[in-house]
C-alpha cells in the first residue's frame, strides 16, 4: 500500500504544478491582452492554443460589464477550486494509503 501512497502523493504533486503553469499561464495571455502582440506570433499563439480551452466556454457566459471581461476572474476562482479539491484528494488518498506526506 506505500507504493499506492507514494503514487497517489506524486500526482498530487503533478496536478499541483499543472494548474499552476495554467494560472501562470492565464496571467501571461492577460498581461499580453494589454499590448499590441501579432497574435499570429509562434509563442502568443502556442499561448492562445493552450488558454482557449479555458477562456472560450466562460467567454459565452455574460461576464463583460462595458470593457471589462471577467472570464479570467471565473478561470482562476475554477482553477483555484480544481487545483484545491484535486491536490486535496489526491494528498487524503496517499495519506491514508501510507504515503508520507
Known amino acids: ?19 499552476k503553469a495554467i494560472y501562470f499561464l492565464l496571467v501571461i495571455r492577460i498581461i499580453l491582452s494589454w499590448f499590441q502582440i501579432s497574435p499570429y506570433s509562434e509563442p502568443a499563439n ?37 487545483d484545491s479539491f484535486f491536490v486535496g484528494v489526491l494528498r487524503q488518498l496517499a495519506y491514508k494509503l501510507g504515503g508520507s506526506v
Open 46 to 82: 502556442m499561448l492562445y492554443r493552450i488558454t482557449d480551452p479555458i477562456l472560450t466556454p466562460l467567454k459565452k457566459l455574460p461576464l463583460q460589464f462595458g470593457m471589462i471581461d471577467f472570464s479570467p476572474i471565473v478561470a482562476f476562482l475554477l482553477i483555484s477550486f480544481l
Open 1 to 19: 500500500m506505500f507504493i499506492i501512497g507514494q503514487l497517489f502523493l506524486s500526482l498530487s504533486v503533478l496536478f499541483s504544478m499543472l494548474f
